[in-house]
Nanobody, 123 residues
Framework: EVQLVESGGGLVQAGGPLRLSCAVS????????MCWFRQAPGKEREGVSC???????YYLPSVKGRFTIASDKAKNTVHLYMTNLKPEDTAMYYC?????????????????WGQGTQVTVSS
């Protein structure tokens, strides 16, 4: 059984940092494109960041320079390091794994989703 379990969400003041983690079981990170998506109330889901095993990285333009995606292969875990958080970053954040192309994963073609972790940034 494949499981993606997110952790690390919470309430943070604007300008602060937060680290999200996604513990993956049942699949190997090297076999999938790993992504973080987010969805705020009343808004469409958007891809925040993705990484491929070949080193390819994608960042949503509004988070580029503030967020970093990284993996810990020994722990089969993916992290999203978020700095200089803004109130508009408030959303439910989801970890996702996609086996199609990297481009497809960025566009939301995903095989497995986590249950989500809430990030709330206060002004």
């Amino acid at each position: 059984e494949v499981q993606l379990v997110e952790s690390g969400g919470g309430l943070v003041q604007a300008g602060g940092p937060l680290r999200l983690s996604c513990a993956v079981s049942g699949v190997t990170l090297d076999d999938y494109n790993m992504c973080w998506f987010r969805q705020a109330p009343g808004k469409e889901r958007e891809g925040v960041s993705c990484m491929a095993s070949d080193g390819s990285r994608y960042y949503l333009p509004s988070v580029k320079g503030r967020f970093t995606i990284a993996s810990d292969k020994a722990k089969n875990t993916v992290h999203l390091y978020m700095t200089n958080l803004k109130p508009e970053d408030t959303a439910m954040y989801y970890c996702a794994a996609g086996s199609n192309s990297f481009f497809a994963a960025v566009r939301g073609v995903i095989d497995y989703w986590g249950q989500g972790t809430q990030v709330t940034v206060s002004s």
